[in-house]
Nanobody, 127 residues
């Protein structure tokens, strides 16, 4: 019902920046929030940033707070993730997701109402 396409990943040196984008299409009225998760090989999927598309309220994992910024654009059916001061530990596949979220509690939990997922975009940070 909702298709998500991520873009903007790449290979950068530590300290560099990237801007990821996620475009949503389909029945986006079924969702009220979007988020970015990441997953490194052998690791669990980790929520890094989320946003309620109506209110603009944002939420960040402690590990990325101050470096990552999530924001909506294009009539709120697209969301970007500005990543600054990249660290090698940021290396992962980054996934965009959309869902119907009723509470901000545990919003960065991958099972907290996130129903639609993109294919991911790879971010690789060299030391």
């Amino acid at each position: 019902q909702v298709h998500l396409v991520e873009s903007g990943g790449g290979s950068v040196q530590a300290g560099g920046s990237l801007r990821l984008s996620c475009a949503a299409s389909g029945y986006t009225s079924k969702t009220n929030a979007m988020a970015w998760f990441r997953q490194a090989p052998g690791k669990e999927r980790e929520g890094v940033a989320a946003i309620f598309t109506s209110s603009g309220s944002t939420y960040y994992a402690d590990s990325v707070k101050g470096r990552f910024t999530i924001s909506p654009y294009n009539a709120k059916n697209t969301v970007s993730l500005q990543i600054n001061s990249l660290k090698p530990e940021d290396t992962a596949m980054y996934y965009c997701t959309a869902g119907l979220i009723f509470t901000s509690t545990d919003i960065l939990n991958p099972t907290s109402g996130w129903r639609y997922w993109g294919q991911g975009t790879q971010v690789t940070v060299s030391a």
